[in-house]
């Protein structure tokens, strides 16, 4: 995955709360083998309303979702992130997320970034009022910053996840960090036992 360390971009504003992963990529889409092509099938059922935000010209292009509470619960399907990526977002923003699909997005690059209530309301009004806004996400320092809308606000990682966003590294590169290691038991380890190949 690629690094995620500072993401400067629009937003657009899902003023809806309990939004899981049913809603945000439809069962219908998961008989695709590929992991791409997801961004078409992203709020799919939503997007048939003419009026859906993500139907609105303004919004496109848009790197940065900003969520009311409890967005990505329900299932633990990896599809929900790789729809939202594929659309082209980065960063998702809400007051609170679903365990399984927060963990889903750091492994994949996809920042979840957990406000508070009061700041996530804040956020909303302010793109839903002026879509042309930039909002500047920055991961290292943890903080999310509105110039033109005078909001700035901060948001939790753990220093795993935040070096883990920071350096692009998926599981296998976390495993890829101990390569020599790897090829250093392989090296030496007893004759009889079972080989592996690469």
Known sequence: MKPLQLVTGRAV?????????????PSDWLKRVERTGF??????EWRDDRDFILNQPEFAGATILVAGPNFGTGS??????????????EVVISPRFGDIFRNNCTKQGLLPAQVDAEFGRALLDAVLADPSL?????????????????????????EFTRERLLNGWDDIGLTLRHAQFITDYETHRASWLPVTTG
């Open 13 to 25: 504003p899902l003023d809806r709360t309990d939004v899981d992963t049913d809603q945000i990529i």
């Open 39 to 44: 961004g078409a099938g992203l709020f799919s």
């Open 76 to 89: 633990s399907r990896e599809h929900a992130v790789w729809a939202l990526m594929d659309y082209g977002f």
């Open 134 to 158: 930039e909002l500047t996400v920055d991961v290292a320092r943890g903080t999310i910053e509105v110039p033109a809308a005078g909001l700035s606000g901060t948001f939790p990682l753990d």
